[in-house]
Structures are given as structure tokens and as C-alpha cells.
């Protein structure tokens, strides 16, 4: 796995873009969409990309949201990829979301709680980025925030699920 | 592997529906996109969406041909999801791709060509449906017309490639 330690500086700032992404998850909750967000940062820190799940609301399978902030992150920034963008979910990302990162080549992905449920294709993100081509080993941290990520999506189940 | 041995009957209309992917893949080359498209079908036959790779154009990472396929026949159909529909596909789908067929509840997957390149993430669909939800099991039908869509491809990449 591409991995190494953060130093205190970095996973401070990891958890401060996780906790955007979190945001982002109440919105789609409250939008009737799965408890989801993420945000995409550039290489200054500035965010470029703040987006929620709109399975629902859009009817699109595809409609997670990393993969939306991917797409709104390509179009303002007028690219079609994000070499030194970094990519902050509340969770462990789904094969689908994860290989779209490693395609769009963003240079990290940070994220919450892993992936305990039961998730439609079972290929943990740490097997996804070791079958990466070497050119496309994207870097990938999980585990920030964990437990606040794991009892904020819980709590938004609770209060929004109907 | 989710797969059968297909009639020749299927196998016809297989090879009919992966011929539709090809005329796509090849209005892809001609405006500067990776050659690949994708259709839908309904239980019926009737094609519901025909799409191909936007990657360039619409500056999307995520918009390979059979997303975008998926995506159109979502909003065509009003539903999240398309149990009972099949996608035809000019290649081995990539990891994001077959992910997204299995989250979007599609019943089968027809394609041509085995992936033999080397993608960004080497995950082959047979062990994608492998590690697929039992609920989620897609079926998997490769190599329809195989040599032709593969000659296609190649042939493509010469005429349109700059």
C-alpha cells in the first residue's frame, strides 16, 4: 500500500478537510441522499470541490460523492486530471469512487472509518491501489476521525433515514 | 464468475448490440476521445441509451462510455437503478465501469475484447463479480466478436489519433 506516517501537521490538516467532508455528508442527508461528502483540495490547501452523494436527487448511480467532486473539480480548475489535488471522504471510498481518483490521478485520498458493512463489491482500497500501475499509485490515509465519522453517519441515519 | 454459456440466439443479438457499441466508440475517435462506447438495452430489445466516452470533451475522468450510458438511461427511465437491463460495451470494462454496472443493478454485461493492455488498476471483471455482493451479481458475457472489436479499436487509434 502507497502509505506512509503523517506528521502532526498534516493529519491536523487532514482532519480539519475531513470534517468539511462530514459537512458535505449532512447535506446529502438532508437532501434525502446517502450520508456522504467530499471535499478536493489543492496543493496551497485552498478547496476546489465541496460535494454530497445526489444518488437520489440526481437518479445516477454514478452520483457519489467523490465522483462529483471529481467532475466539479475538473471543470473549474478546466482539466481532466487532478495531479496534486487531494481528495478528503468520510469513509472508505467504494472500487468505483477510488479507481475514478486513481483515473482522474489525484496524488492523495484521506479518509474516515473504513469499510465494515457490506458494500456491494468487496475490494478494500488498500488492494485497489496495490493492483494500481506504478505511474498511478495514488497515496491513501484512512482512519482520520474515524469514530467521529463512523457515529456522525449513524446519527444521520437516524435522524434523516424515513 | 456469474456467467452461462450463451444461446445462439443471444449470442446474435449480443453481437448485433456490441456492433451499436462499436458505431459509438468510433463517434468517440472522432471527437478526440478515447474509442469506446456503450449501449443500453431493456428487456424487450429496445436500445435506451447510447453513449460514448466524453472523457476529453466534457473534461470528466468519469465519463467513460458505459457511466455515461448508465447515467442517460437512469435519467431516461426515472430510476436510480436498472434491474433487468443489459449493457453492451466494445471492451473489457475497467474497474470503475463494472462497479458502477453492479451498483446500478444492471442484469448482464456483454463486451468484446479481453483487457489486455495494461489499465490504471489491473482488476479483470471475472474477479470484480467474484467479489460482488451475492445480491449484486451481475452476469459477466466477454469476448463478443473479440477480434473485430479489438482490429476496430487499433484501427481507430490510427485514423484519430494526432
Redesign the interface.
Known sequence: MNWRPLSSKELQAAEHYVRLAMAQAELAAQTGNAPFGAVIVDALGEVVAAEHNR??EA????AHAE?NA??VA??RM?????EGYLLYFNKEP???CL??A???KLSAVYYGDPDDG??????PAAE?VR???VD?RVQVHGGILAEETRHHREDLLRRYSS
Chains 1, 2 share one sequence.
Do not use: F
Open positions: 444518488v437520489r437518479l445516477d448511480p454514478s465522483i471529481i467532475r475538473c471543470r478546466q482539466m481532466p486530471t487532478l467504494c472500487p468505483m479507481v475514478c486513481i483515473e482522474a457490506s458494500p456491494p463489491v468487496a475490494l485497489i493492483r494500481a500501475a498511478h
